[in-house]
């Protein structure tokens, strides 16, 4: 490991973290973040070194799994990636010798903090079943993909806030409220992507497609149209309102959160700038702006704003 990683994750290698294997899983895992989840990485940089070891584990763990079904060639692939997944957590919880880089960093981190298993099998079950799903099997409610947004990116931080040895009510109901605003709105963000893949509107609950009246019924099922950019604005407006609901009650709890759990908490802050760009296009997620810099924000500005919260101890 480079000296400028050994920086980054801020550890010390000596004792059982000096083996050339966790060194290079630990490399592995800034990198895999560092490259598909860049504004994931930068909140990271901004945790007190030591807790980066475990939130650089746990943030590839979930590169790991977002991923598997978009770098499969064939759905059946990608779902027995997650399959994998499930059956590596028992053996990571079980101290079993794994030959992936994600894998024997998370093991080495579970072995150092004992963050609680549950956490991460809930979510890539919530991954099992969102890759089960059928494409014209539409979501009947946005607390559907509040609850898949609960299960696969809040668990994330609560793991993290965990291996922090951070224990507050407050500090988790926030890491709830914004893994619920942070996966909707990335999902909103990946519409057109998951329309042009799946031939649907995969993430867009038929109730508030009915609403806008963007849900049709043929041949006993239900479909999403695509032809109607304004109805479609509507629906994405709605949603991204339920998102910025839950951005402003964890923010209301910013006065109960204990100092050393807001740097974990700082992923409001990239789901803040989605809103914020979304609101820019008039929620339009085909607008090509929202592809442009970081989450559709100039990269020096959205670091300056990640700075900026991160020195007043904010989120």
Known sequence: MSPALETTLGIEMNGASSSGGIRGALSYCVQQVRRYDYHHYLCLLELPANMRKAAFALRAFNVETSRAMDVASDP?????????????????Y?????????????????????????????????????ANRENNDIPQTVEELERYAEDTTSTILYSTLQAGGIKSTA???????????????????????HASRNHQFSYIPAKVAEKHGLLVHQSGQSEIKKDSREALCDAVFEMASVANAHLQKARQLA????????????????????????????????DPRLAQGILGAPPLLFQLKLKWYSWRGKY
């Open 76 to 92: 059946k692939i990608g779902l027995m990636r997650l399959l994998w997944w499930q059956e590596a957590l028992d053996k990571i």
């Open 94 to 130: 079980s101290n079993k010798v794994i030959e992936h880089p994600v894998a024997q960093a998370l093991t080495s981190v579970v072995s150092e903090h004992k963050v609680s298993k549950s956490w991460l099998k809930r979510a890539v079950e919530a991954r099992i079943n969102d």
């Open 171 to 193: 500090a988790d109901h926030a890491a709830s409220h914004i893994g619920k605003a942070s996966g909707l709105l990335l999902l909103l963000k990946s519409l057109p992507y």
């Open 255 to 286: 006065g109960s959160v204990p100092a050393e759990a807001r740097p974990v908490l700082l992923p409001a802050v990239p789901a803040q700038v989605i809103l914020d760009s979304l609101a820019r296009v008039q929620f339009d997620v085909y």
